[in-house]
């Protein structure tokens, strides 16, 4: 009997988490959806979290320090979204949000608890900030509206990266030769800015790399802190499954496709190592992403299908 117990909190301990909540963090509207509310998260990074089994939990990005605190210690996981370079500029409220998310998750995991956090595009871009504290990583690129394979460096992705060492060579091989990774981004951080960055390198290892843009700049495209959950794409992994606008470069072909499910199924299964929950289930039912309704946006943003918006 006593070894039966110890038997099933031993099993308990490796899956205590097999209902994740991944907050993911709002930014101020763009122009165009502006008249719908003061801010929003594009639905496609919902149903990312969605997919590979997780529940969504919007952060408002001007939240005051207390409830930011409530909603850190009981999600399971924080993406930061794509948007505009903009939110980044120095003095926003988003970036001092982004630096403050980044040092609580960073003081998390060194007190022994797994908290992942993952940046896409303006996201990655917001990790290096966060990072470094330093605005002048970025170099202007606009690689904008292009699908390419990733350049992967270091040796083969599966020996050097956390996020690939589980992949299978079918996955590796999509992204090493196909057009899948949408890139639309005005800056980037350069591979050899990166590289001279002692706070980079030592925070962050680059996986990928990628050439092009209007000012054909060599720039990380993928990233993986050493000694963190913590995982940033340039591109945007989201796109291929969920946003659909005619006039973008997404690849939604079953190789795409099979990219998206890939890092979804990595950032949510790295999120159910996560044993923080809400206090109640009051409470976690009030910041589920299920209180608000998306709208129906391509008519005036053709970039996303659905937003949800906030005020
Ligand atoms: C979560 O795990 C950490 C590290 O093992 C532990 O200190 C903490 O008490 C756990 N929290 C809960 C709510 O189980
Ligand atoms: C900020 O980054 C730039 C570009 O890499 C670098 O030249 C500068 O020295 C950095 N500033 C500080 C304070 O580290
Ligand atoms: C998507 O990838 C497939 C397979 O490599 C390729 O044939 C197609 O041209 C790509 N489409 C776009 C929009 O990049
Ligand atoms: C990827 O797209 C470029 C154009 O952007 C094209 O030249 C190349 O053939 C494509 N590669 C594949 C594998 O589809
Ligand atoms: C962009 O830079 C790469 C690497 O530095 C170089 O090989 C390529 O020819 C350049 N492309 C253009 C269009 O200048
Ligand atoms: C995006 O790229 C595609 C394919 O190269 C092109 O057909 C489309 O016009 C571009 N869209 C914009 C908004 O530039
Ligand atoms: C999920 O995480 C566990 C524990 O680190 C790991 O053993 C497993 O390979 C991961 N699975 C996937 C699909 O990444
Ligand atoms: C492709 C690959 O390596 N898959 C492995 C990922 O991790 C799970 C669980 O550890 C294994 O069962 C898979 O074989």
């Known amino acids: 009997m006593k070894i039966l117990i110890l038997f099933f909190l031993f099993c308990y301990s490796f899956q205590n988490q097999l209902r994740p909540i991944i907050g993911i963090l709002t930014q101020p509207s763009l122009q165009e959806i502006e008249p719908y509310g003061e801010q929003y998260i594009a ?80 996201g990655f871009e917001a990790l290096c900030l966060a990072a470094t504290k330093n605005h002048s990583v970025f170099s202007r690129v606009n690689m904008e509206n292009i699908s390419v394979p990733l350049d992967f460096i270091g040796g083969d992705p599966k020996k050097i990266s956390k996020l690939f060492k589980n992949a299978s060579y079918e996955i590796i091989d999509i992204l090493k030769f196909k057009n899948v990774t949408l890139n639309n981004h005005v800056n980037c951080v350069e591979f050899d800015v990166f590289e001279k960055n002692s706070q980079l390198t030592t925070m962050f290892h680059p996986i990928s790399i990628n050439t092009g843009g209007l000012y054909n700049l060599t720039f990380v495209s993928t990233m993986e802190a050493w000694d963190y959950p913590i995982t940033g794409t340039q591109w945007h992994p989201e796109k291929n499954v969920f946003e659909w606008n005619p006039n973008e470069d997404i690849n939604h072909s079953k190789y795409a496709i099979l990219i998206t499910q890939f890092i979804s199924n990595y950032f949510i299964n790295e999120s159910r190592k996560n044993n923080q929950s809400f206090p109640n289930q009051e409470e976690e039912e009030k910041a589920l992403i299920y209180n608000y309704t998306p709208l129906y946006s391509a008519s005036f943003i053709p970039d996303f299908e659905q937003v949800y918006v906030f005020n």
């Open 43 to 122: 639905s496609s990074y919902v149903k990312f979290v969605e997919s590979g089994g997780a529940r969504a939990a919007p952060i408002k990005y001007n939240l005051e320090k207390t409830e930011l605190d409530k909603l850190l210690n009981s999600v399971n996981g924080i993406l930061f979204a794509g948007g505009d370079y903009r939110n980044l500029n120095p003095g926003t409220k988003y970036s001092e949000t982004i630096e403050y998310i980044f040092d609580f998750v960073i003081d998390k995991n060194n007190k022994g608890i797994h908290l992942p956090l993952q940046g896409t595009c303006m």
